[in-house]
């Protein structure tokens, strides 16, 4: 049976950011909480997901199949989704078979996982990778890693129409920019393609330049017959993906007290400590009035909850 189109269209709502370092900046910051828009299909990642299902219904596939990490958000999306909308999911993961909170909840949701080990998951931008795959599982839509590429660039642009109608919820009539953390570059895309110009889009990198977001997001804005502008990529990976230090984790768990938002040290903790330095070198001026998207991932935190809570607690 093909996938059935899915007809779900969860709205995020905005929310005011009170930190004190914000209000001593005079920059003003609204949340678009995106990891409220539902308990298990959280985030951005859904929003990536979206057109890749349509895709999947007008070809008449049966379900899904995707590449990530053992925390990979984008895994745990999908195979929710999967199990929501009952539709079969496969994920191709990174690396030997290991257990984690998010690989439990993967085959809690019933997909189908297969462990590429690293020099196998590396092969995945190779010309051909996909072939054997549809081979093996010819009833399913493969997905780029992340919910990438155009498609899932498009499926965010939403964001922006669901932003423009709360705006009066924080009292301002237009914002000077949106500020999120980037691990592909899809979103940020996304966001361009919806502006058009209009307002910038300043992408934190969670992850170091040689992960390639930078030519991703420009190959999808030539995809779409769009300029390479209208936004900036800044260096806030703090040298690694999923790299945890003592200052970042004191900071994540500060703001939570302070601002009372939850955040995950992989992507919203480091693009909003990336804004913090931002503003302190005096790049964004008094005055501003951001949009901060907050992707979710708080799923893939449990498995650094105790290491962050340690290195908070150091002096």
Not at 2 to 13: E, F, Y
Not at 271 to 292: H, K, P, T, W
Request: with cysteine; aromatic share 8%; hydrophobic share 45%.
């Amino acid at each position: 049976m093909p996938v059935l189109t899915i007809r779900w269209s969860p709205q995020a709502p905005l929310q005011p950011l009170a930190l004190g370092w914000l209000a001593a900046a005079g920059v003003e910051v609204g949340v678009l909480r995106l990891d409220l828009i539902d308990p298990l299909i959280s985030g951005n990642k859904w929003y990536k997901l979206a057109l890749h299902l349509t895709e999947a219904a007008c070809q008449g596939a049966a379900g899904l199949i995707s590449l990530g990490g053992p925390h990979s958000n984008h895994l745990h999306a999908l195979a929710a989704a999967g199990k929501r909308f009952a539709f079969p999911t496969v994920g191709l993961l990174r690396g030997e078979p290991c257990e984690t909170p998010t690989v439990r909840d993967l085959q809690a949701f019933g997909m189908h996982l297969h462990w590429l080990g690293y020099g196998g998951y590396r092969a995945r931008h190779r010309d051909g990778f996909w072939d054997a795959w549809r081979e093996r599982y010819p009833q399913l839509h493969p997905v780029p890693e992340g919910g990438g590429g155009l498609t899932g660039a498009r499926g965010c642009t939403v964001l922006r129409d669901m932003l423009s109608p709360q705006l009066e919820t924080l009292g301002w009539s237009d914002y000077h920019g949106w500020w999120l953390a980037a691990g592909t570059g899809t979103t940020v895309a996304g966001l361009v393609l919806a502006e058009a110009g209009a307002h910038p889009v300043h992408g934190a990198l969670a992850v170091p330049a040689s992960h390639g977001v930078a030519p991703q997001v420009r190959a999808i804005l030539a995809e779409a017959g769009m300029a390479d502008a209208g936004y900036r990529l800044l260096d806030a990976s703090r040298g690694g993906f999923a790299r945890l230090d003592a200052a970042l984790a004191r900071f994540i768990l500060d703001s939570e007290r302070e601002g009372g938002i939850p955040l995950d040290p992989v992507y919203t903790g480091k693009a909003l400590l990336a804004l913090r330095e931002q503003i302190a070198c005096g790049s964004i001026s008094r005055g501003s009035r951001l949009v901060f998207v907050h992707t979710g991932g708080l799923q893939g935190r449990r498995a650094l909850a105790s290491h962050l809570q340690a290195l908070g607690a150091r002096g």
